[in-house]
């Protein structure tokens, strides 16, 4: 799609028009017609928690404030049909298409691409995140669809990119781009990571559909700093935000977390890499929650060699509920090899620390990294059960080599074989990776064993429900499981959209409700009428919920954006 010409300004006040809160004009570009970027989330399993999509949220910010115009579609809680892509880009005419991916989801966010490209030809497309940023010269080899990569942290880069030339001219000149010229693939230099990111523009999450992650009970994210100064060679964050930890000012982070608070989320996670990574800045936070007097229940990603017991004391009086940790492995052999750089006896004074201040502590364990054998295998099962007697809620993923960490890009030098390049089996549920000499089938059957144990765990508290003898706590944690997957599927197949489900208006709310969890229920044969109107009445209760009125009927749909 061209560009359109400067006298078609009239439509740029249309675009004001149709698209309230999302037009935003730059006193930097005073005299030009809008450009226009649609930015999609894929599609992401429930299963996996998502939270809003935080990185999305501050490219958003970042274009706006350079006064261009922004479209976000999260197909992680609303699904991003051909026919729902297709009307938007007809509707919106954006200029720019921008998708993000992780490495399980990148071929969700080619095949955008690609349905992008093949309505219209004309339009950009742009996409980011830590897969793409390691496989660009591939991944552009591989997708002609796809017109530019945009690598590392993108604020600047894409504000810069989309206000450049549209006919890539001037991509020469900036930094942190791939793309195609002729038949290579040119880079440009790295971008080094913002300095002072407490002068990036805040996350623009006014344009995320935020009502429906609250109606579902999900955690809301927010960063206190970017960088890792720890180099594990299973992980890609440090390669991908550097080595150098980077700080808010606190005021700031404060500020943010009332903002989520005010709008009705009950959890908040800090997505920082390391939240105690700075004791003071760690401390300054805290100190700055507890000054403000702001109740507000979070968690944090912590190492067990970082948390004192005054810093865990301190997080636990500024709302802190629970802290993460990555223990990795039982044996300390493996330990050094992944250059985790933490010992066991660190691990089991932590997990101590956090029991005596108040703090739930939960980890994760990786099975299949290298060096690992069955004797290591038992070794980690046996110190995750001995945790859990001290109090420790964990879990095990399977080692997932995703590009840009040590162990894709030297697989063979750390004794591993890749067995899969399918992008899709990446959910680390699975093994895709074993190293030399342990069968594949050893990790699958722990991955397989530790999920029927959840499975028996929920089955056990069903029995209890069934018979009177299940606790307040444990009946309350399946309704609240059972709702989120009911209010999912409600979502995820659009239910509730358009006028087929109607309620009688003379009706109270609960009937109303009771009326459609009945027409709805038919869509959900694993759950009775009763349950969805369960589930419906949460979603009320949580605000996600609104009346439209019409005709002498009431049509209930989704509260999207807060």
């Known amino acids: 799609m061209a560009a359109p010409a400067q006298s078609a300004r009239p439509q740029t006040v249309q675009m004001a028009r149709e698209y ?17 970027v649609l ?21 958003a910010g970042a274009l706006e404030a350079v006064g261009i115009v922004v479209r976000l579609l999260d197909g992680v809680v609303s699904p991003v049909s051909e026919v729902r892509l297709r009307e938007e880009l007809k509707a919106f005419q954006p200029h720019w298409v921008g998708v993000t991916a992780v490495t399980m989801t990148v071929n969700r966010a080619l095949d955008i691409v690609r349905r992008v490209k093949a309505d219209d ?15 660009a010269e591939a991944t552009l080899q591989a997708v002609p669809a796809l017109d530019v990569i945009v690598r590392g942290e993108g604020e600047e880069t894409l504000a810069a990119l989309v206000a450049a030339d549209t006919d890539g001219s001037d991509w020469d000149k900036i930094a942190g781009l791939s793309f195609r010229r002729g038949a290579t693939v040119h880079h440009t230099a790295d971008r080094p990571p913002r300095t002072d990111i407490d002068r990036l523009a805040l996350p623009a999450r006014h344009l995320i559909p935020l009502g429906r992650y609250r109606t579902l ?56 890499d390391l939240f105690t990574a700075n004791r003071r800045h760690c401390l300054a936070v805290c100190d700055a929650i507890i000054a403000r007097g702001l109740a507000v229940r979070w968690s944090a990603f912590a190492r067990v060699d970082t948390v004192s017991a005054e810093i865990l004391e301190r997080m636990r009086a500024a709302g802190c509920q629970a802290v993460s940790f990555g223990i990795e492995s039982g044996n300390p052999e493996i330990l050094q090899t992944v250059k985790k750089g933490i010992r066991l006896d660190q691990v089991v004074a932590a997990v101590k620390r956090c029991r005596d201040a108040g703090i739930a502590p939960h980890a994760s364990f990786i099975l299949g ?7 290591t295998l038992a070794q980690t099962l046996a110190f ?15 080692l997932a080599p995703f590009p840009g960490t040590a162990v894709h890009d030297r697989a063979a030098d750390y004794g591993l074989v890749i067995l899969s390049t399918n992008w899709d089996d990446y959910h680390a549920n699975r093994a895709v990776c074993a190293p030399d000499g342990l069968d594949p089938a050893v990790l ?44 999912y599927e409600l979502m995820m197949g659009e239910v509730l959209n358009g006028q087929t489900l109607r309620a009688d208006e003379r009706a109270s709310e609960e009937d109303q409700l009771h009326q459609i ?25 949580r605000k996600g919920l609104r009346q439209v009125r019409a005709n002498g009927h009431t049509r209930w749909e989704w509260v999207d954006y807060l």
């Not at 930015?39 to 949220?57: D, F, H, K, R």
């Not at 100064?229 to 982070?253: D, E, L, N, Q, S």
């Not at 990294?369 to 004797?375: A, D, H, M």
């Not at 995750?384 to 399977?398: I, K, N, P, T, W």
């Open 20 to 36: 309230p809160g999302h037009f935003c004009v730059s006193p930097l570009m005073p005299n030009f017609e809008m450009k226009r």
């Open 121 to 135: 030809p004309g339009v950009r497309t742009v996409m980011g995140g830590p897969h793409v940023t390691f496989t």
């Open 39 to 59: 930015l999609i989330n894929p599609y992401y399993p429930i299963s996996e928690t998502p939270s809003p999509p935080l990185g999305l949220a501050y490219l």
């Open 384 to 398: 995750g059960a001995r945790l859990e007697q001290e109090g420790l809620c964990y879990g095990f993923h399977l």
């Open 517 to 541: 969890a009945r027409q709805s229920a038919v869509r959900l044969p694993a759950f009775t009428p009763d349950q969805v109107a369960d589930a419906l009445l949460e979603a009320r209760r």
């Open 444 to 487: 699958d059957a722990q991955a397989e064993k530790w999920e029927q144990r959840l499975q028996v765990y929920l089955e056990d508290i069903r029995c209890k429900m069934d018979g009177g003898t299940a606790t307040p706590e444990e009946r309350e944690q399946i309704r609240n499981m059972e709702r989120t997957v009911i209010l």
């Open 217 to 272: 009970g999900m955690p809301v994210s927010l960063t206190t700093s970017r960088g890792c100064p720890y180099p594990c060679i299973f992980c890609v964050g440090r390669r991908m935000v550097g080595a150098r930890v980077r700080y808010r000012k606190p005021a700031a982070v404060v500020d943010e977390m009332a903002h989520l608070a005010g709008l009705g989320f009950t959890r908040i996670n800090l997505a920082d």
């Open 369 to 375: 990294l290298p060096g690992e054998t069955p004797e």
